[in-house]
């Protein structure tokens, strides 16, 4: 079993920033990619971006490339999300996500792939 846990979340005016992080424990040698997805009141769950663990191949919304980068630190099973210049409509739940295959640019931002995830975490961005 992997456990998710993520953190960094907060209320912040909009142009500001936020890192989130997730830190992962368990079986973190099960999972080969792991990614970010987000869900807006009202709104479906999206990918944000994602990251093949091994390789540190990146996959980003095009909507969000630029102001979002996503990284990782094997060494301590954790994984990140910058950003910046944030909007009132990025105000969502940010959750982490873990799979076991890897991502590629047809599938890494498809719910149904990852097999575990975070409990979110609250970004509220205001004007």
């Known amino acids: 079993q992997v456990r998710l846990v993520e953190s960094g979340g907060g209320s912040v005016q909009a142009g500001g920033s936020l890192r989130l992080s997730c830190a992962a424990s368990?079986?973190?040698?099960?999972?080969?990619?792991m990614g970010w997805f987000r869900q807006a009141p009202g709104k479906e769950r999206e990918g944000v971006a994602s990251?093949?663990?091994?390789?540190?191949?990146?996959y980003y919304s095009d909507s969000l490339r630029g102001r979002f980068t996503i990284s990782q630190d094997n060494a301590k099973n954790t994984l990140y999300l910058q950003m910046n210049g944030l909007k009132p409509e990025d105000t969502a739940v940010y959750y982490c996500?873990?799979?076991?295959?890897?991502?590629?640019?047809?599938?890494?931002?498809?719910?149904?792939?990852?097999?575990?995830w975070g409990q979110g975490t609250q970004v509220t961005v205001s004007s």
């Open positions: 368990g079986y973190t040698y099960r999972y080969n990619c």
């Open positions: 996500a873990a799979r076991w295959s890897l991502c590629d640019s047809a599938s890494w931002f498809l719910e149904r792939e990852s097999n575990y």
């Open positions: 990251i093949n663990t091994d390789s540190g191949s990146t």
